[in-house]
């Protein structure tokens, strides 16, 4: 409306200039009864129909009435009332008897109707409210309210003057009803920042705080206090953690991003096809690596052919395949679909923070006129001074919400790629599959998604940046004219070189990435194999390869380090040329334009302004580089095939159990057949015995019936659920109870029955916490029997129709083995009814099964029963000749089967049956476990629960758990982080650099405030050169100093930078070197308590911490604490009064700092240790995923995977909130020091010269940023200095003995090879009980010594002892009369040899296995290879002797690599040979050639036999019979037999006759 009408509205006048020109300013009437009561208004009416439909759409019942509620009606219906009563009294004085009719202005008709209107409005609104689910307050009505309150301030105050000016009342009913409906109005204010909690949610609120939070505590999240207070009081544990927002979980993140990820995959998909027929289809590049047990040879060496042929084509085509193989250009529209509206929501708080941050430089330039301008009244400072804060406060809000959103974002972003790796992991295909190693995919978890977490916490900044750069430019030209494009132009020249720099960067970093896979890959396997490398003393060996990469890494690092350094130097000199460029252009330019206050700071503000985008950008494209890295690893994963459900049909028109119909299936799509043209049928309950030569492609048809390989023709129909046994059984780390139920549920009398059919109760007395014993990693404190047989009890507990069975058998001994298949498997087993598939070497089973299936060549060459194949004399015969047992050799195999019934008659008799013995038998890994328990308990670094109550029940509880514990719960320091660990660090970088750095970033400083200093002296210029001509050689002075100064600080930045480049990358070489040091170094105890996922986790997250990110944020801490300290001496050195404000704020600081980053470091550290189960989690599934997929346990394990990382995002949300809370108290700090600085300069504007003001208020502008920043980098800093502190904890640990010492054994030792024990008594650890009892023994040269004793009798114990595994706690061992506990460990392991049960290889080639300190020539290798049956399967690979070995030796069978165990023993050619159970693991034939080996070519040797089964040690000179840590028996096999005592009740059971014994 034009201004004569509202004049005529209001019957006032509307608006006049003049009312603002007085020192008492004051706004007219009219304006306050229109737009000031317009706004509130018009802004309720606008929410309106949000609010409405609320109301009327009434989801579920709304929450009780409370009496917040009801207070806040009452507010809203009083304040109808007065509306109706000023409308009332309007009406009487125009209409009443008193009156002339209507002498009041329409206004007074209007406002009172339309606050009815309003009132009415308040109170339907309030109610959608409490219908709304989940609502405890409302934002809009919050903000009605406040800008109600605000806009009648001026009333208020208009009304209240005019009162006292008149010195009296003029208007009574309207002033009472004005100030009662103000007062209302404030009432109502507070009453809407109060959250109405229903009493239906306080549960939930109670949880998780920010359920039951009001607007105005989301906004400042004051909702946070309590956690920040309890954090600061002691230090947090994971039950102190909230529960989880429906939103934040992982499930509901997951099956948000599942949904849009399969339609984006699939038109990806679609696209990559279409992209391939146009293109010539080609083949996959690269070698296949077998994941199944034992392959053909020939397909070995057919794939070794392809590899040739394929590696002639060129490289480079080979590298475009790489880059194109697979569907691309997905996820991040993934991303960005799933999460459309938080993105938009946080994109729109940016785009209002940034319009802001161009306000605060107008109101300053409005300032510095204003302390120009003599006459200008006081209130305009105090004015500008307002304005200033309210802008910086708003900004702050609005950024912190921003920030807010974007880091819950990036938060979820990582947890969606999480799961979509895990849950893509449990269906992948083989293929697919050994494209990445089980390191790269936790890597893919670890690192990848975390990249993802960080570029889109900062995603808004790709189109934030360039418009802050516009904005500023356009502002700037409106300063300085045209002369702003020479600052453009400098600007523009940066961004070649920022280009430049970021694909440099992009090159390290991926080559970076490629060597901490290799290198974590070769860590992997030291932890897993790491018994082997200290029997071997291979440890140097080891150390050195990954030295080596480390070495690599490391000289990436320091390229990118310099790199880093370079960019740095631009990044500082930028702005400086900038405003160097522009100020220098605009003097230059004429002589008239002189740099004014004004604009000089104006400028300087925009700038400063600018700063951040161009800082900013070039990160942010470096980040992206990184990303596109991982985006490519990941859409390479998540892309890949999956296994195809369609081979496994399950078709119930079969009359068959399980049915292969003309199947040929292959390891992978390229490769030759495992399996060609396989048909057969097998009938519902029926016992099918798989039999063949090894490599014949056994395992492999197990694995085709559950759908594991690649079906060139014909498919696989099963009827029912499967269960499957391994032939390497899969334990998880978890209770033995819960290994067995596997998820099912607990039926006590079923689960003891099948413990005792898997001969499982001998085992559980011996455990502490019987089946709630928990089983370490890859069940490491069980023997191989026995984690075969948990693998066959989950089997029998499952309730499966179809049973698949893959050798159970061959890791147990023989009388056990026939226990278990007479109780589980067999015609009488509790699996009687059910439909068995069993693989198996044992010859003695075969008799009693219903069809035998005989394969050849990955051919099924016979099927029939036991008669009908053994009247054929075809390939079963061959194979039953081949295997028939030594101690039969006399009589037919027919009447070995007899023998064998009557010998279970005999052991059906019901004696006691003991289960087989382990690596590290029961007992000790027991008595280790118990150990590990006290020392955790003594141990006060680690987290403890608390528990309030002490009832004598709980007691009782935490008493049965307490040798249960195997795994203790990972230590974490609690508290501040102790200043030597800084002090560590700073030594490793080293002092000299240091202090260097130091010094120059302090100089850098110093010239930045030179600078500046400089700036504000030459805006004076402009007053003492007022209308003069401005002389040229004052000009260049100004001009030529001002650039000194800035190019010295792009300097002193880069030089520093370079200290520190060189500092930390010293100090990254030695922490990790020392910390490798000690972990080859520590005693074998240790790896058995310790998952290997945590000491993994040290190499992987913490070393990452110190190469990367620790310097970085080391360097910025330094940089922010001088640059606070120059903010505020510029502050005080212009307005001394400022130091008054300083020392308050600085407590405040202090405090806010203190409370906070107790609970952030200690929310960053419950962080890295919830983060190390999902890894470990994720490693169990990978390796168990056959025995998952067999029994369909995706979704559980998906499940407890959603959990752990639910546990984790716990300790993550409360983490980004926490920064939050801080920011915005800091913020707020910071507001008031800009807010300080400007009033101070209104009251001393008088002193002050215009320069100076300018100088201080845009100092104190950048305040808060810096201010904001030093917590944060203080925080990050122990953050990430914790890493140091975790490494260094690894690198302290209590190590073995020396490796070598001064004592040298005789080179030629041990030449006899005899062993004596005297009185030797050991112990695993000081507190606890003898394992070895005072064992005494001579052992003369080349005796054959066999070793026997019931489980837990300590046989592994005497072999560990040997090697000095464990240390003697009394008495001795002497070689050759060498005392072994006087030389070195290598020394001595060095001289032994031992053949391992388990055969671990490692990744590298054939050679490295044989020999890693290549001290042999080839043709000794090769020598030795011929005496263990491998010369000729080596000599047919295409490499040879440098054929590669995959990760754990997957591409070679179980055999193969116990034939190579048997290689390094034969090079070793030591005196002493132990063999630990080194039959376990193998069939029969393999077992005949190591027998045969062992005693022709170690005849000259002293040999300890562990034994496994009784007939391998009937021959030996005597035999040792070990009880309870004594030797019971020690004579010749024959004597102890006739003397009838433990070794014949042993034989017994294990049917040989004495007959037998003697024939041998």
Known sequence: MPAAALDEYCGSTFWNASFLDTAEPDLPVCLEQTVLVWLPLGFLWLCGPWHLAALFRGRGKPSQVSR?????????????????????????????????????????????????????????????????????????????WLLLVCCDVFPFQTILRAALRLGEVPDIPRYSLFYASFALELVGLVLSAL????????????????????????????????????????????????????????????????????????????????????????????????????????????????????????????????????????????????????????????????????????????????????????????????????????????????????????????????????????????????????????????????????????????????????????????????????GLAVMVLMVPINGFLATKARKLQIK??????????????????????????????????????????????????????????????????????????????????????????????????????????????????????????????LGGDDLDPDIVRHDSSFNTAVSICDGTFTWEKEVDPVLKNISLDVGRGKLVAVVGAVGSGKSSLISAILGELHSVKGF????????????????????????????????????????????????????????????????????????????????????????????????????????????????????????RILVTHGVSFLPYVDEIVVLVEGAVSEVGSYQSLRATKGAFSEFLDTYAKEENREQGPATEAVGVEEVEEEVSGGEDLQADCAPEDVVTGTLKREGSIRRSLRSQGSVRLRSNSSSPKKELATDLKKGQRLIEKETMETGQVKFSVYLQYLRAVGWGYSTMMFLMYLVQNVAFIGQNLWLSDWTTDSVDYFNKTYPASKRDTRVGVFGALGVAQGLFVFLGTLFMAEGSVSASSILHSRLLRTILRVPMVFFDTTPTGRVVNRFAKDIFTVDEALPQCFRSWILCLLGVVGTLFVICLTTPTFAVVIIPL????????????????????????????????????????????AYGHQERFLKHNETTMDENIKSVYPWIVSNRWLAIRLEFLGNLVVFFSALFAVIARKKLDSGLVGLSISYSLNVTQTLNWLVRMTSELETNI??????????????????????????????????????????????????????????????????????????????????????????????????????????????????????????????????????????????????????????????????????????????????????????????????????????????????????????????????????????????????????VEFDSPENLLEKQGYFYAMTKDAGITTGEATAL
Request: glycine share 6%; proline share 3%.
């Open 68 to 144: 917040l509620y009801l207070s806040k009606q009452l507010v809203a219906g009083l304040l109808f009332i007065i509306a109706i009563a000023g409308l009332a009294l309007t009406l009487g004085e125009d209409y009443g008897a008193s009156s002339g009719a209507g002498s009041h202005a329409l206004v007074f008709y209007v406002n009172p109707i339309i606050y009815a209107i309003s009132w009415m409005l308040v109170l339907l609104y309030q109610e959608g409210v409490r219908r709304r689910q989940g609502a405890v307050d409302s934002s809009t009505l919050f903000l009605f």
């Open 195 to 486: 959250a109405d909690v229903p009493r239906e949610a306080a549960e939930v609120v109670k949880k998780n705080p920010e359920a039951g939070a009001a607007f105005l505590s989301r906004i400042t999240f004051n909702w946070f206090n309590s956690m920040v207070v309890n954090g600061y009081k002691r230090p947090l544990v994971q039950e102190d953690l909230w529960e989880l927002k429906e939103a934040d979980s992982t499930s509901q993140i997951h099956r948000h991003f599942h949904s849009h990820m399969e339609s984006q995959l699939g038109a990806a998909r679609l696209r990559y096809a279409k992209k391939k027929s146009e293109a010539k289809p080609a083949k996959d590049p690269r070698p296949a690596k077998q994941n199944g047990v034992s392959q053909d040879v020939l397909m070995m060496e057919e794939m070794e052919r392809k590899k040739k042929d394929k590696k002639g084509k060129k490289g480079k085509e080979e590298k475009v395949k790489e880059e194109e193989n697979y569907p691309q250009g997905w996820l991040i529209s993934t991303i960005f679909k799933c999460f459309k509206r938080t993105l938009i929501e946080s994109a729109f708080f940016k785009l209002l923070q940034d319009l802001l941050a161009f306000v605060s430089p107008q109101l300053l330039k409005l300032m510095i006129s204003f302390t120009k301008n003599e006459e200008a009244p006081d209130w305009h400072g105090y004015m500008y001074s307002v304005l200033l804060v309210l802008v910086a406060v708003l900004q702050s809000l609005f950024l912190q919400q921003y920030f807010q959103r974007c880091f819950v974002l990036g938060m979820k972003v990582r947890t969606s790629i999480m799961a979509a790796v895990y849950k893509k992991a449990l269906v992948v295909s083989n293929s697919s599959r050994k494209e990445t190693t089980v390191g790269e995919t936790v890597n893919l978890m670890s690192a990848d998604a975390q990249r993802f977490n960080d570029i889109f916490s900062f995603i808004h900044l790709l189109w934030s940046c360039p418009l802050q750069i516009l904005l500023a430019i356009v502002f700037l030209w409106l300063e300085l004219g045209p002369s702003v494009l020479a």
């Open 512 to 637: 970076n990435m490629e060597h901490k896979d290799k290198r974590l890959k070769i860590m992997n396997e030291i932890l897993n194999g790491m018994k082997i490398l200290k029997l071997f003393a291979w440890e140097p060996s080891f150390q050195t390869q990954v030295e080596g990469i480390r070495g690599q890494e490391l000289q990436v690092m320091r390229k990118f380090a310099y790199l880093n350094s370079f960019s740095t130097f631009i990044f500082y000199c930028a702005p400086s040329l900038v405003s160097l460029a522009t100020f220098g252009v605009f003097v230059a330019v004429s002589s008239e334009n002189v740099l004014d206050a004004e604009k000089a700071f104006t400028s300087i503000a925009l700038f400063n302004i600018l700063r951040f985008p161009l800082t900013m950008l070039p990160m942010l494209i470096a980040i992206m580089v990184q990303t596109a890295v991982s985006k490519k690893r990941l859409e390479k994963f």
């Open 716 to 835: 696989v129909n099963l009827q029912g659920s499967v269960a499957y046994v391994p032939q390497q059984a899969w334990i998880q780390n978890a209770t033995l109870r819960d290994n067995i139920l596997f998820g099912g549920p607990h039926d006590s009398d079923r689960f003891q029955g099948v413990l005792d059919a898997c001969a499982l109760g001998p085992d559980l007395e011996l455990l502490p916490g019987r089946d709630l014993t928990e089983i370490g990693e890859k069940g490491i404190n069980l023997s191989g029997g026995q984690k075969q047989r948990i693998s066959l009890a989950r089997a029998a507990y499952s309730h499966s129709d179809i049973y698949l069975l893959d050798d159970p058998l061959s890791a147990v001994d023989s009388h056990v083995g026939k226990h278990l298949f007479r109780e589980v498997i067999g015609p009488k087993g509790l699996l009687k009814d059910k439909t």
């Open 1146 to 1189: 600085a407590v405040v600081y202090y405090f806010v700092q203190r409370f906070y980053v107790g609970t952030s470091r200690q929310l960053r550290r419950l962080d890295s240790v919830s983060r190390s189960p999902i890894y470990s989690h994720f490693g169990e599934t990978v390796a168990g995923l056959s025995v998952i997929r």
């Open 1282 to 1527: 914790v890493a140091v502190e975790r490494v260094s904890e690894y690198s302290e640990l209590q190590t073995e003995a020396e490796w070598a010492s001064e004592t040298q054994p005789p080179g030629k030792w041990p030449d006899a090879g005899r062993l004596q024990f005297d009185n030797y008594k050991v112990r695993y650890r000081p507190e606890l009980d003898l394992v070895l009892n005072g064992i005494s023994c001579d052992i003369s040269s080349t005796e054959k010594i066999g070793i026997v004793g019931r489980t837990g009798a300590g046989k592994s114990s005497l072999t560990n002892c040997l090697f000095r595994i464990i240390e003697a706690a009394e008495g001795r061992i002497l070689i050759d009369g060498i005392d072994i506990s006087k030389i070195g460990l290598h020394d001595l392991r060095n001289r032994l040899t031992i053949i391992p049960q388990d055969p671990v290889l490692f990744s590298g080639s054939l050679r490295m296995n044989l020999d890693p300190f290549e001290n042999f020539s080839d043709q000794e290798i090769w020598i030795a290879l011929e005496l263990s049956h491998l010369k000729d399967y080596v000599a047919g690979l295409e490499k040879g002797l440098q054929y590669e070995v995959s990760e754990g030796g997957e591409n070679l069978s179980v055999g193969q690599r116990q034939l190579l165990c048997l290689g390094r023993a034969l090079l070793r050619k030591s005196r002493i040979l132990i063999l630990d159970e080194a039959t376990a693991a193998v069939d029969l034939e393999t077992d005949d050639l190591i027998q045969t080996t062992i005693r022709k070519e170690f005849s000259h040797c002293t040999v300890l036999t562990i034994a496994h089964r009784l007939q391998s040690i009937m021959d030996s000179s005597r035999v040792m019979v070990l009880d309870a840590g004594r030797i």
